[in-house]
């Protein structure tokens, strides 16, 4: 009787702990404002694709910087200090665009958001392992990566809303996507902040030569490759859909901008039907499956020409690609459990692959048009297949 309630009140206690945890998965998904925001400043600003896409790949840019260096921090100060501090950089970068939307200032608002979300999804993944045991991790993160998933597809809408809607108390336009996410941010703090996480101590401090030597570990490195491939697959999706759409159909951006949400809509139910899929089905079947559907959608986003079917292949690639940052991201972790926070800080430092992807799908598709862009992005869903073949069964 005693043990029973002693489980139950463990089992109600982290349920408390992971609803302000899974609040922060929902302000990791600010960062996937960039590419409908990229969009309209292209578009306010008259700017090239190459020009366009240099904001998605700055935010990314600081994940290369970042990361390791907070890992580090991690073992200094805690995961869960970790996170408050990256909340309130991303924060202040919803708040910069408020005052404008000049060039200068939203180089400035997306390099704060990059460099709040390396601090942040290199903390806040470690952080959920405190809380859940290594056989449910994968399963959890990838409900993690639904929750980010919302944010990721209410983003378009709400900018949408704005571009549409007269808000005369604020006069923001699109920029009021930045100002509901600011106040969500704000929400995250107050709610983290208040919430006791019991963190495991790191067995040593370790320095920037110790993280970045764990690359000369050959299942590590190709994880963070994998890693690479996902982001830049994922920025370059939620970027460059609603241009093929206006490239190939000629609709204007606020109505081509649903392509996002399309993608948005498919990684979410991914998201939350992986969360359960994955407690029953390996990861490596499970990540097989989802790759060769983000392949048969490159295939349809190369041919299609009509609205339906350029949906049709973004809704293979948001699904397929819905689940595979958690699998990469869970089997790093469990093949080097003394290593949590280093092997964090590299993978997300894998996700530097939102800068090389839309930086070469840019001039690919100035040079060819959009075609070029998903030919990129089909050179890292090859990748990730055979990425798939090098990962082993467990028990």
Known sequence: METSKTISTGKRSTIMQLVPVMLCFFAMGFVDLVGTASNYVQKDLGLTNAQANLFPSLVFFWFLIFSVPT???MNRIGRKRTVLVSLVITALSLIVPMFGDSYIIMLAS???????????????????????????????????????AIASFLAPI????????????????????????????????????ATPIEEERPDKASGIKECVKLLGKPF?????????????????TNTTAPKIITERLSLPIEEAGFATSIYFIFRTAGCFLGAFILRKMSAKLFLGISV???????????????????????????????NVFSVIFSEALVS??????????????????????PLAMGYASDAVGQWGAVAVMTVGVAYLLYYTFTIKKRA
């Open 110 to 148: 997306f390099s704060l958001l990059g460099i709040g979300n390396a601090l942040m999804q290199t903390s806040l993944n470690p952080l959920v392992s405190n809380l859940i045991s290594s056989d449910k991790l994968a399963s959890t993160l990838t409900f993690g990566q639904f929750v980010k």
């Open 336 to 357: 080097a459990p003394n290593e949590k926070n280093e092997v964090s800080g590299l993978m997300i430092m894998g996700l530097f692959g939102g800068t090389i992807f």
């Open 158 to 193: 709400i900018a949408a809303w704005g571009a549409t809607t007269a808000i005369p108390t604020f006069g923001l336009g699109w920029r009021a996507l930045f100002l509901i996410y600011a106040t969500v941010s704000l929400l995250s703090i107050a709610m983290l902040a």
């Open 71 to 73: 890992g580090m921090m």
């Open 220 to 236: 590590i490195l190709l994880c963070f490759v994998g890693i690479m491939c996902h982001v830049g697959i994922d920025v370059g």
């Open 292 to 322: 060769v559907m983000m392949l048969a959608g490159m295939v349809i986003l190369f041919a299609a020409d009509t609205l339906s079917a350029i949906y049709m292949g973004i809704a293979f690639v948001g699904f397929g690609n819905s």
